[in-house]
């Protein structure tokens, strides 16, 4: 029988601050290097990776720990940290009512575009200059948690945009090819909410781009060159995760797995599912 993917939904079970910062190294040290089961989060995790050996496995795409690294895992995703050794760095979590409570508003972190809700989601991989910077909001975050100060939500919540703030600069030097960013960012903002509201309805590029007001080649190129993928690669990739999560951590069968996401046929969904994947349905299924 399949089980449920475990689901953490408490920040920090100390108390009701929906905020917690915790060193990688005392995780390592609490879990006697043992790695946690793949797993969600009902919040916004970011780890910043100072020394690290191993993988970190993100809706089953892994990635190698390294040192000066930053991963950021939005609420829903399941992902897996597989250490070979001890790592050092931090691991942040908060909650979007955590955001709400402290006055950042949801579209500060849509805007930055540094979580995924899906598919790939590399690290940033940072200098020694620029590591150093986030380390050192870790550790004035990491002490302010661990002090009575009066005003430690505000604090922290400034630290918080000031770290991701500081990320998104590192992004945007990063990134080749900057001219109409902001409006391009927009399309891409907009193209993920409808794609995570109706993915298993529309199906087509032209039924996004119609309802952005732009053609399905322009759509294709804007979000290809801000993510990697075309717009209907992207769609496709936001279904076979979705499918890969079920057929992993539900009881749907396949037929009931297709049919939820919007297939008319078992076949076509059979179909789709073993082109973008190389295997079938059964077989994922079979090898939970």
Same mark, same amino acid.
């Given at each position: ?128 200059? *620029? !590591?150093?910077? +986030? %380390?050192? /909001?870790?550790?004035?975050?990491? =002490?302010?948690?661990?002090?009575? #100060?009066?005003?430690? &939500? ?87 995760? *979705? !499918?890969?999560? +079920? %057929?992993? /951590?539900?009881?749907?069968?396949? =037929?009931?797995?297709?049919?939820? #996401?919007?297939?008319? &046929? ?23």
């Amino acid at each position: 029988m399949q089980e449920t993917i475990k689901t953490y939904t408490e920040v920090n079970k100390n108390n009701e601050l929906n905020f917690r910062i915790q060193r990688i190294e005392d995780i390592y040290t609490e879990r006697n290097g043992e790695a946690d089961e793949p797993h969600r989060h009902d919040y916004f995790t970011v780890i910043l990776i100072k020394e690290a050996s191993g993988k970190h496995i993100i809706d089953f795409k892994e990635y190698d720990l390294q040192p000066n690294q930053v991963y950021f895992v939005s609420p829903g995703q399941i992902h897996q940290v597989i250490e070979e050794r001890k790592s050092f760095g931090y691991v942040i979590l908060f909650s979007p009512e955590f955001l709400a409570k402290n006055q950042i508003p949801c579209h500060f972190i849509d805007d930055l575009n540094l979580f995924n809700d899906h598919g790939n989601s590399p690290p940033l991989n940072l200098n020694d200059k *620029e !590591a150093d910077q +986030l %380390l050192a /909001f870790c550790a004035e975050m990491k =002490k302010i948690q661990d002090s009575d #100060l009066k005003y430690m &939500e505000q604090a922290i919540s400034s630290y918080i945009k000031l770290f991701l703030i500081h990320c998104n600069n590192v992004c945007t030097l990063k990134n080749d090819n900057p001219q109409n960013q902001e409006a391009i960012n927009s399309i891409l903002k907009n193209f993920k909410m409808l794609v995570n509201g109706k993915y298993m309805v529309w199906h087509q590029t032209t039924d996004y781009a119609s309802e952005l007001n732009v053609t399905p080649d322009y759509l294709n190129r804007v979000i290809k060159s801000l993510t990697g993928k075309t717009a209907k690669e992207f769609i496709q990739a936001r279904i076979i995760i *979705e !499918a890969r999560r +079920l %057929l992993y /951590f539900s009881e749907m069968s396949a =037929k009931e797995i297709g049919y939820k #996401l919007g297939f008319s &046929e078992p076949a076509n969904f059979s179909a789709f599912f073993k082109k973008n994947t190389g295997f079938s349905p059964m077989q994922i299924s079979k090898r939970v």
